[in-house]
């Protein structure tokens, strides 16, 4: 046996986005209500990840010293978007949904310990111990939010929000050049795994 070195660019973006699209195909080919539960939490959590890797690739090829800059999301993210010359994305409808899903992961991953008040439908004639039972079985209110429909649109979001900066950015230290002729953002990091070699 041989052993090499492989030298690797490492692209978490890649590797969470491929966890979250198998817990969506996952969630879809389940036939248990806790199975679709259990692979759409876990998707969602995935997708989070692979969108803040995703825009973290991006701000280390558009700018300078990304990784020190420490500022909290939303201006990090105003930052990259205004550096991918789309100024306004915060306010558009894929970075909100991007929002609800770094939300719903926050609480998911943070949640704190809250009073709520559920309307549960009990079936007629339970004894006491079946009652407690159903009231077990609800959910606290990220895990409830969290679904199979609401995966599928972050995962298509996600992938918009990718489209969206190719198709805007360019690679830095092009502005000399006339603005079609400059070359744009290439990466894909929720499609391509990094560059190996030996």
Known sequence: M???????????????FRIATNCLELARRSSEDWEVEHH???????????????????????????????????????????AA?????????????????????????????KHETVDLELPDGLDDRAKLAHMLKVRTEPFRRANYEL????????????????????????DHIEEGLREKLQESPLNVSGVRYL
């Not at 759409?40 to 803040?52: C, N, P, Y």
């Not at 010359?85 to 310990?113: M, V, W």
């Not at 995966?151 to 092009?174: A, C, R, S, V, W």
Request: glycine residues 4%; hydrophobic residues 35%; contains cysteine.
């Open 40 to 82: 759409s939490i876990t998707g969602i959590a995935f997708v989070a990840f692979s969108i803040e890797a995703m825009l973290n690739h991006y701000g280390r090829i558009l700018i300078e010293n990304w990784d020190e800059i420490k500022e909290c999301r939303k201006q990090s993210h105003r930052r990259l978007f205004k």
């Open 85 to 113: 010359n789309l100024p306004s994305y915060l306010g558009t409808t894929e970075y909100q949904i991007a929002k609800q899903c770094f939300d719903l992961r926050d609480s998911l991953a943070h949640g704190k310990t």
């Open 151 to 174: 995966l599928k649109m972050f995962i298509e979001t996600t992938i918009k929000i990718e489209k969206d900066i190719e198709e805007h950015g360019y690679y830095p230290n092009q």
């Open 2 to 16: 041989v052993t090499a070195s492989v030298k690797t660019e490492s692209r978490p973006a890649y590797d969470n």
